[in-house]
């Protein structure tokens, strides 16, 4: 285990959180030079919890990672060097005096989640139950935020092998002096990721009423979901089902968009425009259950970002969510057949959706053998993507591998180009039954349609390593392979 300082870990974000706590008012917790937060009452802690710094986190890598991806010439030669490095999977990803782009705004945040976890039970003008509902909110937010970044840096969950596999360090102070930090274990990470959720829930509000602030069926969602990544299923099925009891108690409008509707003659997603469907806003987007997100120019402005012709493959020509893609290049030109690029959300929710919810319990009620259950989930699901003739599922469906590969299929159908393939492919990498279904290519394509280049993910880069500043400082620090 290597001490990693602090200076690295909390640079990458600790400035921003100052920049924009002086910019802001009362809309962040501001710090003094000592590292005391100005905040006293409970509600200014309540409020920094619902606020564009934990809404928007610029991490993007995991679209660029997918297996359910391609690019095309010449717009692969024109991206970035570290979109091209992430696409062909390499070792290294940044230049020697860059910082990870998956760590600066994650870590800033949980200096953020641990400032408001120490210190608003003492806070004054609130009541105890108030302080408590915060305290577990600012739990929730750090268990998801490590359970992105152990996605990140750590080996996927495997229990032989989790207890000795390096994770990610686990800070539980808001320290900006300490320098004492070392690397986890991924059977660590994700036990503090547990112990996080496992204690907080039961202090969440019991309603929906605004999709940047946790409640208890954000909890219990996030909490059946990374049960479910570390295999016990049976454990995540009742959290899934009290997520879903939660939000039907919602007071606001939380549930799935019915395509059928919405991209209907006069329907709400029209006009398709530039940015593809006329979708609202996250704080507005009724499919999120907790509202976090990316924005990126991949897959609606940029060109390098498009579907394999295996994934345009897995959608019926009645699927409406092809109308999410553009077979269109921007800002003209076409692509060969089987290759789109999405053209909407412009900002990419990958907090706690609806549809992953309906997904994952797809998934675990299949796993525990209950094909009914999982297979009345799907079928919700796709009612309102497609008409209802196209919706139900085949009837290989009804033995229990085959039901289990049509929802993980459905899973890319869903989320296509938005970043989550890759993490199923982390932990799909490692089930002894469904580690075939990942693709282990990524390939280039010429404009005319001709694979071009082709590289191949070794098992080794299932993990990102850290970027060569964060060893430059830290010498005794071991990366990853």
């Known amino acids: 285990m290597k001490k990693i300082k602090h200076s690295i870990l909390y640079s990458l974000?600790?400035?921003?959180m100052l920049t924009s706590a002086s910019s802001c008012k009362k809309d962040f917790l501001e710090i003094s030079p000592k590292g005391k937060l100005i905040a006293q009452s409970t509600n200014d802690y309540e409020t920094s919890l619902v606020s564009l710094a934990v809404l928007n986190i610029s991490s993007d890598a995991q679209i660029a990672l997918g297996d359910e991806i391609v690019?095309?010439?010449?717009?692969?030669?024109?991206?970035?060097?570290?979109?091209?490095r992430l696409f062909r999977?390499?070792?290294?990803?940044?230049?020697?005096?860059?910082?990870?782009?998956?760590?600066?705004?994650?870590?800033?945040?949980?200096?953020?989640?641990?400032?408001?976890?120490?210190?608003?039970?003492?806070?004054?003008?609130?009541?105890?139950?108030?302080?408590?509902?915060?305290?577990?909110?600012?739990?929730?937010?750090?268990?998801?935020?490590?359970?992105?970044?152990?996605?990140?840096?750590?080996?996927p969950y495997n229990p032989a092998t989790a207890a000795t596999d390096p994770g990610f360090p686990i800070i539980e102070k808001a320290d900006v002096t300490e320098n004492n930090f070392t690397r986890a274990s991924v059977?660590?990470?994700?036990?503090?990721?547990?112990?996080?959720?496992?204690?907080?829930?039961?202090?969440?509000?019991?309603q929906i009423t605004h999709r940047i602030r946790v409640s208890r069926c954000a909890g219990e969602g996030i909490l059946g979901k990374v049960l479910l990544f570390m295999r016990r299923f049976n454990e995540a099925l009742p959290h899934f089902d009290n997520a879903f009891t939660y939000m039907n108690n919602a007071t606001i409008n939380v549930g799935l968009y019915d395509y059928n509707v919405n991209f209907a003659p006069g329907g709400s997603f029209l006009p398709i425009?530039?940015?593809?469907?006329?979708?609202p806003l996250s704080p507005s987007f009724e499919e999120n259950i907790l509202a976090k997100q990316t924005t990126t120019t991949w897959a609606f402005l940029s060109n390098e970002v498009l579907?394999?012709?295996?994934?345009?493959?897995?959608?019926?020509?009645?699927?409406?969510?092809?109308?999410?893609?553009?077979?269109?290049?921007?800002?003209?030109?076409?692509f060969p057949t089987g290759l789109l690029r999405r053209t909407g959300p412009l900002s990419k929710q990958f907090?706690?959706?609806?549809?992953?919810?309906?997904?994952?319990?797809?998934?675990?009620?299949?796993?525990?053998?209950?094909?009914?259950?999982?297979?009345?989930?799907?079928?919700?699901?796709?009612?309102?993507?497609?008409?209802?003739?196209?919706?139900?599922?085949?009837?290989?469906?009804?033995?229990?591998?085959?039901?289990?590969?049509?929802?993980?299929?459905?899973?890319?159908?869903?989320?296509?180009?938005?970043?989550?393939?890759?993490?199923?492919?982390?932990?799909?990498?490692?089930?002894?039954?469904?580690?075939?279904?990942i693709g282990t290519t990524h390939t280039?394509?010429?404009?005319?349609?001709?694979?071009?280049?082709?590289?191949?993910?070794?098992?080794?880069?299932?993990?990102?390593?850290f970027s060569q500043k964060v060893i430059d400082l830290n010498p005794k620090m071991e990366n990853n392979p």
């Open 89 to 155: 999977w390499e070792d290294v990803i940044y230049q020697r005096g860059e910082d990870n782009a998956e760590m600066s705004v994650t870590m800033e945040n949980i200096y953020l989640f641990n400032k408001v976890i120490n210190e608003v039970m003492q806070s004054t003008g609130g009541t105890e139950a108030q302080k408590k509902m915060v305290l577990a909110q600012a739990k929730v937010g750090r268990a998801w935020t490590y359970f992105l970044l152990i996605n990140y840096f750590g080996k």
């Open 71 to 84: 690019s095309l010439e010449p717009y692969f030669s024109g991206s970035t060097l570290r979109f091209q």
């Open 351 to 437: 907090g706690f959706t609806v549809p992953d919810l309906y997904l994952l319990r797809a998934e675990a009620r299949a796993r525990v053998n209950d094909l009914d259950g999982a297979k009345a989930d799907v079928e919700f699901l796709r009612s309102k993507r497609m008409p209802n003739n196209v919706a139900i599922p085949p009837a290989t469906a009804s033995d229990k591998n085959a039901l289990i590969k049509f929802i993980l299929d459905e899973r890319i159908r869903e989320f296509a180009l938005l970043g989550y393939r890759w993490f199923d492919m982390r932990r799909l990498s490692v089930d002894p039954d469904f580690s075939n279904t």
């Open 444 to 465: 280039i394509y010429n404009s005319q349609g001709e694979v071009s280049s082709t590289y191949t993910l070794k098992p080794e880069r299932l993990t990102l390593r």
């Open 187 to 206: 059977q660590e990470v994700y036990d503090f990721i547990l112990n996080d959720l496992n204690t907080a829930v039961a202090d969440l509000p019991a």
């Open 13 to 16: 974000g600790i400035a921003m």
């Open 307 to 334: 579907t394999s012709p295996q994934t345009y493959a897995l959608y019926t020509p009645e699927d409406l969510r092809l109308k999410c893609f553009s077979g269109t290049a921007y800002p003209g030109g076409t």
């Open 273 to 279: 425009g530039l940015f593809g469907p006329n979708f």
